[in-house]
T-cell receptor
Framework: DTEVTQTPKHLVMGMTNKKSLKCEQHMGHRAMYWYKQKAKKPPELMFVYSYEKLSINESVPSRFSPECPNSSLLNLHLHALQPEDSALYLC??????????????FGPGTRLTVL | AQSVSQHNHHVILSEAASLELGCNYS??????LFWYVQYPGQHLQLLLK??????LVKGIKGFEAEFIKSKFSFNLRKPSVQWSDTAEYFC??????????FGDGTTLTVKP
């Protein structure tokens, strides 16, 4: 089973709202990732967690706040977003970050619209 | 710094035609190379991957890719495409540092 699940599928929020995206995997993977994908563009890496610790932050604005409460769950807390933050947010997981022969498996994404 | 370049932005083929999508990468260390496919309205799915060993790798749905180290290339091929292969194709490079870089993608349209 190589399933990564994400909720919600769609989210519409105002610029003053606070919301959270959720990602879950039960493959025993110890690395989890958040990506942002704009229409007709490739996924862009935002954050990487390794063994529940934040290991990579690709200079993402502080209005995006990741959290990894346990090895199966990854959250992305959103606050005071801008309309240009509207995108598909993808979660991925892999066995262990930074080793050879590691493969990332992607979830279906959350389509976020900021009004 | 690492980068991935996909030369073909949009490819249009008729069914049964052969496919080759180009991918070149730039990175000085050990690379893991991938092709992912994103069908309309669906999530990214792994097509195939290369880590080491035989430079010709086979993936799902009849796709294969060849790693040519001297050319820093990892081109995707399929001998005979089907209408159902219509999708966005991404070449990606993952490094041991945990960083991942995707190419800009190639939109493949297969006409029935």
């Amino acid at each position: 089973d190589t399933e990564v699940t994400q909720t919600p599928k769609h989210l519409v929020m105002g610029m003053t709202n606070k919301k959270s995206l959720k990602c879950e995997q039960h493959m025993g993977h110890r690395a989890m990732y958040w990506y942002k994908q704009k229409a007709k563009k490739p996924p862009e890496l935002m954050f990487v967690y390794s063994y529940e610790k934040l290991s990579i932050n690709e200079s993402v604005p502080s209005r995006f706040s990741p959290e990894c409460p346990n090895s199966s769950l990854l959250n992305l807390h959103l606050h005071a977003l801008q309309p240009e933050d509207s995108a598909l947010y993808l979660c991925a997981s892999s066995q262990v970050r930074g080793v050879t022969e590691d493969t990332q498996y992607f979830g279906p994404g959350t389509r976020l619209t900021v009004l | 710094a690492q980068s991935v370049s996909q030369h073909n932005h949009h490819v249009i083929l008729s069914e049964a035609a052969s496919l080759e999508l180009g991918c070149n990468y730039s990175y000085g260390g050990t690379v893991n190379l991938f092709w992912y496919v994103q069908y309309p309205g669906q999530h990214l799915q792994l097509l195939l991957k290369y880590f080491s060993g035989d430079p010709l790798v086979k993936g799902i749905k009849g796709f294969e890719a060849e790693f040519i180290k001297s050319k820093f290339s990892f081109n995707l091929r399929k001998p005979s495409v089907q209408w159902s292969d219509t999708a966005e194709y991404f070449c990606a490079l993952f490094t041991n540092a945990g960083k991942s870089t995707f190419g800009d993608g190639t939109t493949l349209t297969v006409k029935p």
